[in-house]
T-cell receptor
Framework: GAGVSQSPRYKVAKRGQDVALRCDPI?????LFWYQQALGQGPEFLTY????????KSGLPSDRFFAERPEGSVSTLKIQRTQQEDSAVYLC??????????FGQGTRLTVV | GDSVTQMEGPVTLSEEAFLTINCTYT??????LFWYVQYPGEGLQLLLK?????DKGSNKGFEATYRKETTSFHLEKGSVQVSDSAVYFC????????????FGSGTRLQVQP
């Protein structure tokens, strides 16, 4: 596709449920980032991939958060045993080498 | 660590008014600086960028100059339109190490006809 695609756009999860969020980056983009955006705040870094290698996961808030990009293209962010404080918009961005990042529209996660 | 501070919003202007949104940063070395815009119902879009001191980024009538001496990257536009109503985020990317963007908290702009 022409841009970064994320699915689902909206997800409602019961507390304790596991969720998986998908990101399809722009074709050919080697770098992929995940960010978390709380309501009224700027995005905060979660993790970074270069191709299939996860080079930085320092922003993941707990061991309940896990991300993968097994073939260097599509990435999945998984949150286990969701809690209310996980409610946020999860943004994926991709870039070619050190170029500017292009963002998807995000997945809005609501934990009830 | 790195940080970005933006003026709080909302900023409410009449059409054709002059816009300034202040942004200052804290970072070591020479980060790249960005402005992103988020229109209602849409994702973040890169508006403009500057990669070294005294560079001016510009796009769609918006401008921002990388000021190393004041660690600032203020966004300006000479004449805003209703269609400019959006949330604007200032961000930086370090020149070494972690490549992730550090964002400010965003400034909502509302332009009234």
């Amino acid at each position: 596709g022409a841009g970064v695609s994320q699915s689902p756009r909206y997800k409602v999860a019961k507390r304790g449920q596991d969720v998986a969020l998908r990101c399809d980056p722009i074709s050919g983009h080697v770098s992929l980032f995940w960010y978390q955006q709380a309501l009224g705040q700027g995005p905060e870094f979660l993790t970074y991939f270069q191709n299939e290698a996860q080079l930085d996961k320092s922003g993941l808030p707990s061991d309940r958060f896990f991300a993968e990009r097994p073939e260097g293209s599509v990435s999945t962010l998984k949150i286990q045993r969701t809690q209310q404080e996980d409610s946020a918009v999860y943004l994926c961005a991709s870039s070619f080498d050190r170029g500017p990042a292009f963002f998807g529209q995000g997945t809005r996660l609501t934990v009830v | 660590g790195d940080s970005v501070t933006q003026m709080e919003g909302p900023v409410t202007l009449s059409e054709e008014a002059f816009l300034t949104i202040n942004c200052t940063y804290t970072a070591t070395g020479y980060p790249s600086l960005f402005w992103y815009v988020q229109y209602p119902g849409e994702g973040l879009q890169l508006l403009l960028k500057a990669t070294k001191a005294d560079d001016k980024g510009s796009n769609k009538g918006f401008e921002a100059t990388y000021r190393k001496e004041t660690t600032s990257f203020h966004l300006e536009k000479g004449s805003v339109q209703v269609s400019d109503s959006a949330v604007y985020f200032c961000a930086l990317s370090p020149d070494t190490g972690r490549r992730a963007l550090t964002f400010g908290s965003g400034t909502r702009l509302q332009v009234q006809p």
